[in-house]
């Protein structure tokens, strides 16, 4: 019995329950789901006699490489085949559909690792097919056979009987070696996109008379992560546990997401800027018994969904049509600077959570952080008013100088020994003092409306530190001037230079 029927839960046992993802497995090519290049592939090769020996699909779990391999193995095998669309009638077809036909071998290499069980399949290739056009050996999870199984099966791939056909399937291709890699023909197999899942759902839910909405089905495709077996047994589950009418609260619920209020009150604290609702809201979490990484992934998920509606896209979020309008009224808060911010703030945070021994504490740390980094934007706003605006001007306005102090200083230069020296003792005071001093120095016009936001200060302090530097080479200049002047006839020259550092003697020595 497969996970998904083991989910069942509590209601009457019905024992002759096949799961969704048995029930509705393709049986004809055009019914596989979001692997339309490969489908289409296989179906031409069939239908131009190019048919191979060894074909491996890959990809990751669920997403249709075993169904694919079955209906391979039909196409090749049906009666009136070999041909792109099995009748699905004959013994064949109906043998490889329900697993038990004679000439097609499906072997799970997971379990089946050791070069013994190659040996095997190697004698049974060496006789004809007993009823049918081909032997057909289906081998799953191909990665897990040891070194020695490999090399035995690379003997029957380099010469293989006319009747043999291998189709292998593996999650994990790189763990193959080349040497049988070369020999297949491969097919890599994508996860599904969440609105072919989403559409397959709905006519699956559709079939069982089973009433589901859009927000509710959304969940389902997101805890699926494109594989659609995942998603047919999570559809089983939340029917198992909701009945014939599926509300989107209990999909939520079964499906362990965080409610839906919860990241609408972390989405309207964000707006505010509002750290302290946002580790409130951290023990509700906790207290609720809910997962914090799972609340920060779909935190995380909900800040992609609003940056994808700011950025004019929100026809790609996955939910109902008056969630999607929520989402995009929310947007509007936002800068698409601040969801991304925040978004990087999340992604680290989700990391960080998996490593630490105290999740709360770096979560509501962590709020903190998110709530802070939405003001930021003041930051920016500064600058473009600084940049833009006449509060700050005459401060800006010294940049021009900018420029011109390198030239000034390139012709004493080997760099500029002696604006070097200058700097550290040789300069009068007044002039080499704001360096060290200027940050805490002279009251500043743009420093009291702001000051209040540590951010802004730092920022401000960088941004001062600048204009602090065009000043002092300036004054280092107009103080290697001044100590030309000097070493010309005074012993304060000597006295510098002694005084000061290696780099000063060396220029002096120039
Ligand atoms: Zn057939």
Same mark, same amino acid.
């Given at each position: 019995m497969s996970p998904a029927s083991l989910a069942l839960g509590p209601g009457p046992v019905r024992m002759k329950y096949q799961v969704i993802a048995r029930k509705f497995r #393709? !049986?004809?090519? !055009?019914? $596989? $789901? +979001?692997q339309d290049p490969i489908v289409q592939t296989l179906q031409n090769a069939i239908r131009m006699d190019r048919i191979g020996h060894a074909y491996l699909f890959s990809g990751p779990r669920g997403v249709g490489k075993t169904t694919t391999a079955r209906l391979l193995a039909k196409a090749l095998n049906c009666e009136s085949g &070999?041909? #792109?669309? &099995?009748?699905? +009638?004959?013994p064949s077809c109906t043998e490889i559909a329900g697993g038990g036909s004679i000439d097609v071998l499906e072997i799970d290499a997971a379990s089946n690792t050791g070069v013994d069980s190659i040996r095997e399949l190697r004698e049974s290739a060496r006789y004809a097919p007993s009823r049918d056009r081909f032997k057909i050996f289906i081998i799953d999870? $191909?990665?897990?056979?040891s070194t020695s199984a490999f090399n035995a099966l690379l003997k029957t791939l380099e010469e293989p009987p006319p009747h043999i056909a291998f189709i292998m399937a593996t999650t994990e291709r790189h763990k193959l070696p080349a040497t049988i890699l070369s020999r297949c023909q491969q097919f890599a197999f994508r996860t599904i996109p969440p609105a072919e899942i989403r559409d397959h759902l709905r006519s699956v839910a559709g079939r069982e008379g089973v009433t589901i909405g859009d927000g509710a089905l959304s969940y389902v495709v997101r805890a699926a992560e494109g594989s659609m077996r995942d998603a047919q047994s999570l559809l089983d589950q939340v029917i198992a546990f909701g009945g014939q009418e599926i509300e989107d609260r209990d999909v939520r619920e079964v499906l362990g997401f965080v409610p839906a209020e919860f990241l609408d009150r972390a989405v309207d604290a964000l707006i505010q800027r509002d750290s302290r609702t946002l580790v409130e809201l951290v023990g509700d979490v906790v207290e609720q018994g809910l997962h914090l990484q799972q609340f920060v992934r779909e935190l995380l998920a909900r800040v992609r969904d609003l940056l994808l509606a700011r950025v004019g896209i929100g026809d790609a979020i996955l939910g109902s049509a008056g969630e999607r309008d929520a989402i995009a009224r929310q947007s509007e808060a936002f800068s698409e600077q601040d969801l991304v911010r925040f978004f990087d703030v999340l992604l680290k945070l989700e990391n960080d959570l998996r490593w630490t021994a105290e999740p709360r504490f770096h979560l509501e740390v962590g709020c903190v952080k998110l709530a802070k980094v939405a003001q930021l934007r003041d930051i920016e706003d500064l600058i473009r008013e600084m940049k833009g605006g006449s509060a700050s001007r005459p401060q800006l306005e010294e940049r021009p100088g900018r420029p011109a102090a390198p030239a000034l200083r390139a012709p004493g230069a080997g760099p500029d020994p002696v604006a070097v020296a200058a700097e550290p003792e040789a300069t009068p005071p007044a002039r080499s003092e704001p360096p060290e001093t200027g940050p805490d120095g002279p009251p500043d016009p743009t420093r009291d409306s702001v000051a209040a936001q540590p951010l802004v200060q730092g920022f401000l302090d960088v941004f001062r530190g600048e204009i602090i530097r065009v000043e002092s080479a300036d004054a280092d200049v107009e103080s290697a001037d001044a100590r030309v002047e000097s070493a010309d006839g005074s012993s304060d020259a000597a006295e510098a230079s002694g005084g000061s550092d290696e780099s000063s003697s060396q220029g002096a020595s120039r």
């Amino acid at each position: 019995m497969s996970p998904a029927s083991l989910a069942l839960g509590p209601g009457p046992v019905r024992m002759k329950y096949q799961v969704i993802a048995r029930k509705f497995r #393709p !049986q004809a090519f !055009q019914e $596989v $789901v +979001g692997q339309d290049p490969i489908v289409q592939t296989l179906q031409n090769a069939i239908r131009m006699d190019r048919i191979g020996h060894a074909y491996l699909f890959s990809g990751p779990r669920g997403v249709g490489k075993t169904t694919t391999a079955r209906l391979l193995a039909k196409a090749l095998n049906c009666e009136s085949g &070999p041909t #792109p669309e &099995p009748c699905n +009638g004959c013994p064949s077809c109906t043998e490889i559909a329900g697993g038990g036909s004679i000439d097609v071998l499906e072997i799970d290499a997971a379990s089946n690792t050791g070069v013994d069980s190659i040996r095997e399949l190697r004698e049974s290739a060496r006789y004809a097919p007993s009823r049918d056009r081909f032997k057909i050996f289906i081998i799953d999870e $191909v990665h897990m056979l040891s070194t020695s199984a490999f090399n035995a099966l690379l003997k029957t791939l380099e010469e293989p009987p006319p009747h043999i056909a291998f189709i292998m399937a593996t999650t994990e291709r790189h763990k193959l070696p080349a040497t049988i890699l070369s020999r297949c023909q491969q097919f890599a197999f994508r996860t599904i996109p969440p609105a072919e899942i989403r559409d397959h759902l709905r006519s699956v839910a559709g079939r069982e008379g089973v009433t589901i909405g859009d927000g509710a089905l959304s969940y389902v495709v997101r805890a699926a992560e494109g594989s659609m077996r995942d998603a047919q047994s999570l559809l089983d589950q939340v029917i198992a546990f909701g009945g014939q009418e599926i509300e989107d609260r209990d999909v939520r619920e079964v499906l362990g997401f965080v409610p839906a209020e919860f990241l609408d009150r972390a989405v309207d604290a964000l707006i505010q800027r509002d750290s302290r609702t946002l580790v409130e809201l951290v023990g509700d979490v906790v207290e609720q018994g809910l997962h914090l990484q799972q609340f920060v992934r779909e935190l995380l998920a909900r800040v992609r969904d609003l940056l994808l509606a700011r950025v004019g896209i929100g026809d790609a979020i996955l939910g109902s049509a008056g969630e999607r309008d929520a989402i995009a009224r929310q947007s509007e808060a936002f800068s698409e600077q601040d969801l991304v911010r925040f978004f990087d703030v999340l992604l680290k945070l989700e990391n960080d959570l998996r490593w630490t021994a105290e999740p709360r504490f770096h979560l509501e740390v962590g709020c903190v952080k998110l709530a802070k980094v939405a003001q930021l934007r003041d930051i920016e706003d500064l600058i473009r008013e600084m940049k833009g605006g006449s509060a700050s001007r005459p401060q800006l306005e010294e940049r021009p100088g900018r420029p011109a102090a390198p030239a000034l200083r390139a012709p004493g230069a080997g760099p500029d020994p002696v604006a070097v020296a200058a700097e550290p003792e040789a300069t009068p005071p007044a002039r080499s003092e704001p360096p060290e001093t200027g940050p805490d120095g002279p009251p500043d016009p743009t420093r009291d409306s702001v000051a209040a936001q540590p951010l802004v200060q730092g920022f401000l302090d960088v941004f001062r530190g600048e204009i602090i530097r065009v000043e002092s080479a300036d004054a280092d200049v107009e103080s290697a001037d001044a100590r030309v002047e000097s070493a010309d006839g005074s012993s304060d020259a000597a006295e510098a230079s002694g005084g000061s550092d290696e780099s000063s003697s060396q220029g002096a020595s120039r």
